[in-house]
Every structure is written in structure tokens, then in C-alpha cells.
């Protein structure tokens, strides 16, 4: 991600979002802005520590290397300029696969109103980053040479637009699709920001310490902002970044033909054939290198998943139900269910599965107000809006079809997710109308919330399926095959 945000057009949240890691960092981050137990801040802040200090350093070291090739002439400004577009422009076709594939079923699913809406969206979020592009072509291009800052800080309008500048920079950092450094490209603050950072920190400490705090403004702006966005409009989210993907290649070229010097340098590489010509190849080989290896592996991920759940029959008008996933079951949890650790990549993997498949997928969640019935029996657990009820964070409640929210009332307890209170859940219903009729069941626990699902799934006439390997229980000697011989157990 270090190395992502240090390429204008090739954000670091788009690799997260490449490599299947983004819902899980950004619930991390956003659970230090949550009220926890001290303990459980401080073991979130330490497990994020190595990925912010790697991303920090990675950057740095991205930064040190651009600055020194752009320092070596014009060829290797555009050898750089090359680097960047080639990435920004290559991962356009994987970045669709891994964000828009298995959402493509869904958004046809919505009314015409809404995918008007939703294309707008896109289109809207793609001419807003090329007419960057459009106005940079008009008005003298881009240029990687550092220009307007001098040796002792000035508080300037230009100084200003370097601080606004950096803020925007950190807010675009974990938006997929934008890097900050494009940001600074585009307003052509580049070199200079990397300039004051990196060449001379001590002549303009003042500056500095400005830079890294709208920098870190901009960071915790776009981590509340993001958040909102994916928990109330996700699709609108998809289609801001997928539009933003698509036009920032187009942004840069246009920036790049708008400086007459570099395309005057660019015929001249070609028509000498010097050395900068093979670092040029090279830069393209590069990104194209990486962004192939990331389709490769989406791909391989894909056949793999499909190897591994091969053996599942009856998947046609079949649904998931992934059972109380939740941090207070999980390890060091108020009610951890022993070895529920085990379980987490194997549920990962059928939840991908049923993504591929584009069958409903179904979380249930125990979700108690803070004087709930059942803490008389059990340790408080699971208790609205608090960390112990949110999903564990290897799953993002987004591949969930429907979240069925049970134990809700104070004077009822509910194991089962057809029930909450005294009244039907609304999960009877979806399956009706999505005409499920098989139903795929894991999560915890196996000796009370799964058993008792699966028991009703039965009484409402559904086939159950329980998938033994996501699958752990307070009782470690209770046996699934004892709940009813009419359920399959593999």
C-alpha cells in the first residue's frame, strides 16, 4: 500500500481492495474510533502497527526513488510518468473483476431508477477526474521538477494549496480507485511536498509538520466518511471508485500531452534509442507484470474455491445462513466458544463460494439490549452498537444478502434465527421469496444457535445442510448428528 499511494492513479486502497484485504483494515481502524474495553483498543492498535509502520516506510522509500530518478533528467521524468500511468491503466480490468463482479448480480437485481443512479454515479465521479486531466492539457501539463518552493518556508497562496492539497492527499489514501499522490500530481505539488518531506525536513520543519498533520486530518476525515458511505450507500461507494479507476489514466495521459517539452523528449528517446528507452520498456513491463500476476491469482482463487466446495450438491435454490459470527463468540470474546478460531478462513472460503455461485447468503446476529434476559444464564455478551456484537473482522457484512437480527427483545431470548421475540424473524420470508428451498448452515454455536436454526429450518420445510468444518460448540462433546437424522452433515 506504501509503494500504491506513492503512484499517482494507483491508490493504496486499491490494492486493499485488490488483494481482498480492504473491509478487514478499514474495520480495524474504524474500531479505534469506537468506545471498547482499553484492552481490546490496545490489541486492535498493536495488530495495526506493523501495517502502518511497513506502509510509512514503504512509502518513504517509494518517495526517496521517485525524487531520485526525476532529478536525472527530463527522459526519467517521463520514464516515471510512464511508471505511474501503465500501473494506473493496467489494474482497471482487475480492479472490475474483484469489485464489480460479484456485485453485477445484485445491481441488476435493483429497479431501472436506481441503476440509472447508480451509472450516473460512475459517469459523474470518471468526468470529474478527467476534466483534471482536460484542464492540466489546456493549461501547460504536468511536471515532475520541483518549481516553486525555496529553501526557508513561506506562508504563501501557494503554501496554502500545498496544505489543502496534502489534506485532500490523505483523504483519497483508502479510497480505491484515487491515490493521494495523484492528488499532488495533479495540482502539480508533487515533488515539492516530497521535496520538503524527504530532501530538506529540518530547514522547513515548520512546513513539515503542517504537511504530516493535514495529511493525518484528511486520513481520519476519509476513514468516517468511507465508513458512512459503505454502511448506508455501497453501491454508491462501488461506483465513486470505479469511475475514479477508469478516468485517472485518462487524467494523467492528458496531463502528460499537455507539456510540449516532455512529448519533445519523448520523440527524441525514441528516435536516439538511449538508455532512458529501456527503463521506459521496463516500467510498462513492470506494471503490467504485477497487475497480471493479481488477475492470475483471482483466478487461481476462483478454481480453487470451486475445487474445494465441489462436493457440495443441491446448490440450485440454495442460501447460506453463516449463524452469530460475532466478536463475544469469537477468541477472548465475553462468551468465546473454544477453538471458534479454527473456523473463520473455512467460513470465508463458502461464503467467496456462494459469491461465485451468486446464491443468498444470510448472517444472523445476536443483537441484545443492555439488560437482556439471557445475561441472567450467560455472560453479558453481544450487546447493541458494542464491539462484542459487530461481525469478526475476517468477514464484511456487505456479502450478506440480508442480516437477521435476533434476541432484540428484553424478556425473550432466541437461539434460533427464524425467531426474534415472540414473532418470526423476517428470514422465513426472504427464503420464501428468493424460493430457497435448500439451506447451507455453519457459524457458532453448534449446540445452541446453529442446532436451533436448523431444527426450524426444518419444521418450515427447508433441507439443511450443516457444513461440519465452520462449525464449534460450547459443548466440545455435543455431536451434530444428534440434532435430527433428517439433516445432512458434511
Known amino acids: 500500500m506504501g509503494i500504491s499511494d506513492g503512484i499517482p492513479g494507483y491508490s493504496g486502497g486499491t490494492t486493499l481492495s485488490l488483494f481482498n484485504f480492504y473491509d478487514v483494515l478499514m474495520n480495524k481502524i474504524k474500531l479505534l474510533f469506537k468506545k ?63 469489485n464489480i463482479y460479484f456485485d453485477w448480480n445484485k445491481i441488476k437485481n435493483n429497479n431501472i431508477k436506481k441503476k440509472l443512479y447508480l451509472a450516473v454515479t460512475t ?6 477526474i478527467v476534466s483534471i486531466g482536460i484542464y492540466l492539457y489546456f493549461n501547460g501539463g504536468i511536471s515532475l521538477e520541483k518549481k516553486h518552493i525555496g529553501n526557508k518556508i513561506q506562508f504563501n497562496p501557494y503554501v496554502l494549496l500545498i496544505l489543502f492539497t496534502c489534506f485532500l492527499s490523505g483523504f483519497c489514501m483508502f479510497i480505491p480507485g484515487i491515490s493521494g499522490s495523484l492528488i499532488l500530481f495533479l495540482a502539480q505539488t508533487y515533488d515539492d511536498v516530497y521535496w520538503v518531506a524527504l530532501q530538506n525536513p529540518l530547514e522547513n520543519i515548520g512546513l513539515l509538520l503542517l504537511i504530516v498533520l493535514f495529511i493525518i486530518l ?22 465513486i471508485s470505479l469511475g475514479l479507476v477508469c478516468g485517472s489514466p485518462i487524467a494523467m495521459i492528458l496531463s502528460f500531452l499537455g507539456n510540449n517539452s516532455y512529448l519533445i523528449s519523448l520523440q527524441s528517446m525514441f528516435m536516439q534509442w538511449n538508455n ?68 473463520v478462513d473455512y467460513i470465508s472460503d463458502v ?44 468477514i464484511s457484512k456487505q456479502d450478506a444478502d440480508i442480516i437477521i437480527k435476533k434476541g432484540t427483545s428484553i424478556d425473550v431470548d432466541n437461539y434460533s434465527a427464524f425467531y426474534d421475540g ?37 419444521k418450515f420445510g427447508y433441507n439443511v445442510v450443516l457444513l461440519s468444518n465452520g462449525i464449534r460448540c460450547v459443548n466440545n462433546d455435543f455431536k451434530l448428528s444428534s440434532i435430527s437424522d433428517k439433516i445432512r452433515i458434511v
Not at 123 to 128: E, G, S, T
Not at 367 to 382: E, G, I, T
Open 276 to 343: 532512458s528507452i529501456i527503463f521506459f520498456i521496463l516500467a510498462i513491463s513492470l506494471s503490467i507484470i504485477i497487475n497480471a500476476f493479481l488477475l492470475f491469482a483471482f483466478i487461481f482463487k476462483n478454481k480453487r474455491i470451486k475445487l474445494k466446495f465441489m462436493n457440495l450438491e443441491y446448490l440450485k435454490n440454495s442460501a447460506l445462513i453463516v449463524v452469530d459470527l460475532q466478536n463475544d463468540f469469537y477468541i477472548n470474546g465475553s462468551l468465546e466458544i473454544k477453538n471458534s478460531d479454527e473456523i
Open 36 to 98: 471498547n474495553k482499553s484492552s481490546i483498543w490496545f490489541s486492535n492498535l498493536f495488530s495495526l502497527l506493523p501495517f502502518f509502520i511497513a506502509w510509512i516506510i514503504f512509502l518513504i522509500l517509494f518517495s526517496l526513488f521517485s525524487s531520485f530518478i526525476s532529478k536525472q533528467g527530463t527522459n526519467y521524468q517521463i520514464v516515471l510518468f510512464i511508471l505511474f500511468f501503465s500501473f494506473s491503466f493496467f489494474c482497471i480490468p482487475i480492479f472490475i473483476l474483484k
Open 218 to 239: 484528511g486520513i481520519v476525515t476519509s476513514i468516517f466518511t468511507i465508513n458512512l458511505l459503505i454502511k448506508k450507500y455501497y453501491y454508491f461507494f462501488k461506483c
Open 123 to 128: 459517469i459523474v465521479f470518471f468526468l470529474i
Open 351 to 394: 461464503i467467496y463460494f456462494f459469491k461465485i455461485k451468486n446464491l443468498k447468503i444470510i448472517f444472523s446476529q445476536d443483537y441484545h439490549p443492555s439488560n437482556h434476559c439471557s445475561f441472567s444464564l450467560w455472560p453479558k455478551h453481544c450487546v447493541k452498537g458494542e464491539y462484542g456484537s459487530e461481525f469478526v473482522e475476517i
Open 422 to 458: 415472540n414473532d418470526e424473524s423476517k428470514l422465513n420470508n426472504f427464503l420464501k421469496e428468493n424460493n430457497i428451498v435448500n439451506l447451507y448452515i455453519l457459524g457458532l454455536a453448534g449446540d445452541y444457535c446453529v442446532k436451533q436454526t436448523a431444527l426450524d429450518a426444518l
